[in-house]
C-alpha cells in the first residue's frame, strides 16, 4: 500500500513515524527506490523520548536502523525541547547523523479548541459551576489502577471530579468505575471522548499517565498536573516525566506509590500559580514544521503546506 501510494502521488516529502525501515521492515524497498530517484525528500519523525538509553543503542543497532537514517533520510525531525529531553546527547545512535537532527519543540495543542464541536460545547454547558479535576488515562489498556485511585481518593468541597476512561479499557473494569463513582456523588465516568482538549483547557488540575500526546496538552495550557507514569515494561513515559518535574512543570508520582489517599493530598494542595511552561520550553512546533518543510523543498514556509505533496507513514 505504501508503495503503491508513493507511485501514485509521487510526493515531494515523505514523513516516516517513529521506526526507520517500518515495524517489520516493511519501508527498506521503498526508501532504497525513492533514494535512487533522488525526487522525495525523505523525513524520520521521532518523539523525544523512545526509551532508556541502553535499549535504543542494542536495538537500533541490531535493526539496521543507524545506517537507514544515514542512507535514506534527508532529516530528522524530533517533537520536542532539547532542554527537556536530547536524543543526540541520551542515545549516541544519533551521533552519525546529528547534521540532519532538527528540534521542532513540542506541539501546541491550543488550536485544537477551534474544532471542538457541539458535542464538547454541550459537555461544558452541562458541568457544574466551580473547579474541575480531570483524570485522563490514554487509552486505557493500563490505566485502570490511575483511575480506580482517582474515583476512590476524596475530592475537595468545591472540585468535581471526571475521569475519560478511554475505548480500550474492559468493560466490567469501566462498570467498576462507574459503581465507585456514583458513591462519589461529584464524581463523572466518561468511556470515550472524541478529543479531550475542551475538557483539559476547563480544567484546574489533571491527573494522567504521561504519554506524549497528554503531555503536550498539559503543556500547552499549562495546567496544573501529577502524572502517574508508565514504568513497566517501558520507561518512555517515565524518563519524559521525571525530566519535566525536575524543570518544575509537572508534579510527579510513582505508580508504586498511587493510592487514592496520595491523590487526595495531592488535590488538597494549594500550588499556587499554574506553572510558566510556555515561556520555559519551546511547543512551537505546529509553526516550525512548516519552515523545515520549506527547507527541505526549497520554497518559502508560507508556500510549503499549499503546493508541497507530502506523503506519510505511520
Not at 496538552?217 to 516525566?241: C, G, M, N, T, Y
Not at 493510592?259 to 512551537?284: C, E, H, K, N, Y
Request: some cysteine; hydrophobic content about 40%; overall charge neutral.
Amino acid at each position: 500500500m505504501i508503495r503503491d501510494a508513493i507511485k501514485t502521488f509521487e510526493p515531494d516529502v515523505l514523513v516516516v513515524d517513529h521506526l526507520p525501515l517500518g515495524a517489520a521492515g516493511e519501508l527498506a524497498r521503498t526508501l532504497d527506490r525513492l533514494r535512487k530517484r533522488g525526487h522525495t525528500r525523505c523525513v524520520l519523525g521521532l518523539r523525544e523520548v523512545l526509551q532508556d538509553p541502553e535499549t535504543v543503542r542494542r536495538t537500533w543497532r541490531a535493526q539496521g536502523y543507524v545506517e537507514a537514517m544515514r542512507h535514506f533520510y534527508d532529516a530528522v525531525w524530533i517533537y520536542g525541547d532539547p532542554t527537556v529531553f536530547d536524543p543526540v546527547r541520551e542515545y549516541d545512535v544519533f551521533a552519525a547523523v546529528a547534521d540532519k537532527v532538527r528540534y521542532t519543540g513540542y506541539l501546541d495543542q491550543r488550536p485544537r479548541l477551534e474544532f471542538a464541536g457541539p458535542h464538547a460545547t454541550q459537555l461544558l454547558a452541562d458541568l457544574p459551576p466551580g473547579k474541575l479535576v480531570l483524570c485522563v488515562v490514554g487509552g486505557g489498556v493500563d490505566g485502570y489502577a490511575l483511575a480506580e485511585a482517582f474515583v476512590q481518593a476524596e475530592l475537595p468541597p468545591e472540585m468535581t471530579g471526571m475521569v475519560v476512561t478511554g475505548p480500550y479499557m474492559p468493560s466490567e473494569r469501566r462498570e467498576r468505575l462507574r459503581q465507585a463513582a456514583e458513591r462519589q456523588r461529584r464524581c463523572q465516568v466518561l468511556e470515550f471522548l472524541p478529543d479531550p482538549v475542551p475538557l483539559i483547557a476547563r480544567a484546574d488540575r489533571v491527573i494522567a499517565m504521561g504519554g506524549y500526546n497528554t503531555i503536550c496538552e498539559v503543556l500547552s495550557f499549562e495546567k496544573h498536573a501529577l502524572i502517574v507514569p508508565r514504568v513497566d515494561p517501558e520507561p518512555e513515559q517515565w524518563i519524559r516525566a521525571k525530566r519535566l518535574a525536575e524543570l518544575g512543570l509537572i508534579d510527579l508520582l510513582h505508580p508504586t506509590e498511587l493510592t487514592p489517599r496520595a491523590l487526595t493530598q495531592w488535590l488538597a494542595r494549594d500550588l499556587g500559580p499554574p506553572p510558566a511552561a510556555r515561556s520555559r520550553i519551546d511547543i512551537g512546533g505546529l509553526e516550525r514544521i512548516p519552515c523545515l518543510l520549506a527547507d527541505l523543498v526549497g520554497c518559502s514556509a508560507r508556500a510549503a503546506p499549499d503546493v508541497v505533496r507530502v506523503s506519510v507513514a505511520l
